[in-house]
């Protein structure tokens, strides 16, 4: 499991095979096991597979090529219907979409976070035909690994804890 | 590893055995294997051992008899002044807490995220003498269980999925 955590990599480069349906739920079923403030589960989710979609979704991003490239994307939401705390409201969004790139790994796939994608989340939301009170908070492109692991550059943690006490 | 995020549960109540501090460390460093924005890396952390501070930490929020009963705490901070996006670095300190949740239980240990101290988050960081850019997140407290897990309620997936596209 540390193992999981550690060798975690944003894979970008996708081999074209399908991904199962169930696959993409189990990945989503891992992400709402995250702890949410008053166990409110502020998530929401859509799935991308159709070309169509897909390619419209790339438009919106400077990282197009990876999700045209990738056979599913998940976009990750928060509903401010559902919201009770601004702050750990975002956090409980970032433990999901957390569990869910860890699954992703874990299960043999490779997955990457996509948040530059947030500039157009108005058009994004347009697109995906969300709620009012969905906003956008990432999208996950995923599928079957095509290219290694980057090396993963992590500050010593003696550069991060301020004090003991 | 599916297992252990799906079996994660808050756990409240500890045995007083003290936890070693290469365990704390490598709880922290697990956090620090999540994603961040341009990797930005924007967490801190204070590992709050002593009676003392301990106590005084606990003085801050409604839940102190969590804190008084833990052996340890780990406050987690945003460092404002690595941050880039306000909201990518909240969803990247989500993250992070979320690998210290699961390390900690995959290491058999039990931990809890308290939020409602961010109630008092000033005071929290003027306890803790942060230095001025750091904004408290979240204290994780941490120990070995005494409790049983309770149930972990979660809505069905199709309540969180909007569409397939």
């Known amino acids: 499991m540390l193992d999981i ?8 480069k996708f081999k074209p095979e399908k991904i199962e349906d169930s696959t993409i739920e189990k990945i989503i079923e891992m992400g709402t096991w995250a702890p949410s403030g008053l166990n409110n589960q502020p ?3 859509v799935i991308v597979k159709g ?3 897909k390619d419209k979704l790339a438009q919106q991003t400077k990282y197009s090529h990876i999700i045209e490239n ?3 994307c998940v976009a990750v939401f928060l509903d401010n219907a559902a919201s009770y705390d601004r702050v750990k409201d975002i956090q409980a969004i970032g433990a999901c979409l957390q569990n869910m ?6 299960m043999g796939l490779g997955g990457v976070w996509l ?4 500039k ?3 058009e994004v939301e347009k697109l995906l035909g969300v709620p009012e009170p969905c906003e ?30």
Do not use: N
């Open 5 to 12: 955590i550690k060798t975690r990599r944003s894979i970008r």
């Open 43 to 45: 998530w929401r989710f």
């Open 51 to 53: 070309k169509e979609t």
């Open 70 to 72: 990738a056979p599913v």
């Open 101 to 106: 790139l860890l699954a992703i790994h874990a």
């Open 115 to 118: 948040g530059e994608i947030l």
């Open 120 to 122: 157009r989340r108005k």
């Open 136 to 165: 956008l908070m990432a999208v996950i492109a995923l599928g079957k690994p095509a290219e290694e692991k980057g090396e993963g550059r992590r500050k010593p943690i003696e550069q991060v804890i301020l004090s003991r006490r």
